[in-house]
């Protein structure tokens, strides 16, 4: 089977780590015979891609995961650039399987030209779920879309995957967001207290492990040198080493790290995979929605929490003093969502036949 996937390549290691966790669970359902890629938030799919290269070159068109529901600006409302009459000139199998309902609350939803684009999406694909972080409610609350749930595809990076570890010492990840800071922190004055306190958090953490910082997207670089910076045992990743041919290699850092703070929904998402603790850093609906659909909600620390220094601190101390223990509760929950996603595409295979 020649399988095209359209999913987000605009240069986030999120978005790649859930790419290889998809491309894995193709590879471990389907019998392929190669993926290509095509990046959804680019690729425009007009009547000649379709006609030439989608139905001629392909058996199985696969889009998602990602938050790709999202971009009240995007000629859709959501990223997948295709004119609505054009979606069922599509001849082979497509689903769309874990994407993320991903708008802001203060952006107020998708509009309703997304919403009659979605309706026609799912009307035409052989299969249309959402990923495991409350994006089931939020899609129902504001379309009225009752949307099934798997896990995000992200969780799925170690299946018959190896990763080599490149640092030796016990350390920590810290993975910090700068992009749309505005919308992340609220307000100047909200930023520059956030990296006061992680400065603080991260000198307390430097004591005992070293301390690495987790860019996924360029912008996140700068704040992340903003809070390492001067404090002894803590570090930066080489982001171009590894964005983004060698996303794999920063994938395999959340493996091996004693636990992660993370404030990206993949952040969160492929540390767990790994039965690796982590921290979530709240500061959009999805990072608290995936911490309490997984029955972690104790370990979701809110970034405009009035006392944020000392709750992430207690938070990183029950954290520590549970360590093995949380250790054996994520193997359990990763066999359920592991056999979540089984269900879900023993039906996939049946109907893209």
């Known amino acids: 089977m020649r399988i095209l996937h359209s999913y987000c390549l605009n240069y986030n290691i999120g978005d790649y780590a859930l790419g290889f966790g998809l491309k894995n669970l193709l590879r471990k359902y389907l019998k392929v015979d190669l993926i290509g890629d095509t990046n959804i938030q ?24 990602g ?21 069922k000139t599509i001849k082979i199998p497509f689903i769309v399987y874990g994407v993320g309902y991903n708008y802001w609350e203060e952006e107020g939803g998708i509009p309703e030209r997304g919403i009659i684009h979605l309706k026609e999406t799912i009307k035409y694909a ?19 879309i009752e949307a099934p749930v798997v896990p995000d595809p992200g969780f799925h990076v170690d299946i018959n995957t190896e990763y080599e570890r490149r ?9 910090v967001a700068n992009d749309k800071p505005l919308s992340r922190f ?10 006061k306190a992680m400065r603080t958090v991260t000198q307390k953490l430097a004591k005992d492990y070293k ?9 996140d670089v700068a704040l992340s040198k903003e809070i390492a910076d001067g404090i002894s045992n803590a570090s930066v990743w080489d982001f171009g080493r590894y964005a983004f041919d060698h996303a794999d290699q920063a994938v395999a850092f959340y493996k091996y790290a004693e636990f992660a703070i993370a404030m990206r929904g993949h952040g969160q998402i492929v540390p767990i995979c790994f039965n690796t603790p982590v921290i979530a850093l709240e500061n959009h609906p999805k990072h608290g929605g995936l911490m ?9 620390v809110k970034v405009n929490d009035e006392d944020f220094t000392n709750t992430l601190l207690a938070t990183i101390s029950k954290l520590e003093a549970k360590h093995e223990q949380l250790r054996e509760n994520y193997k359990i ?14 039906k996939i295979v049946n109907i893209v036949k």
């Open 333 to 346: 929950i990763n066999q359920s969502l592991l056999e979540v996603t089984d269900d879900a595409f023993k």
């Open 292 to 300: 309490k659909e997984l029955n972690l909600v104790a370990y979701n």
């Open 126 to 144: 052989r299969h249309f779920s959402v990923r495991n972080d409350g994006s089931a409610g939020r899609i129902l609350k504001q379309t009225g």
């Open 186 to 195: 609220g307000s100047e004055e909200a930023i520059k207290s956030f990296v």
């Open 42 to 65: 680019g690729r425009e799919f007009n009547e000649y891609y379709i006609n030439e290269v989608v139905n001629k070159r392909y058996d199985l068109l696969v889009i998602g995961g």
């Open 67 to 87: 938050g790709i529901i999202h971009g009240k600006h995007w000629p859709n409302g959501w990223f997948w650039l295709i004119d609505k009459e054009l979606i």
């Open 167 to 175: 640092e030796k010492a016990p350390y920590v990840l810290i993975q």
């Open 211 to 219: 301390v690495i910082f987790a860019p996924h997207v360029l912008a």
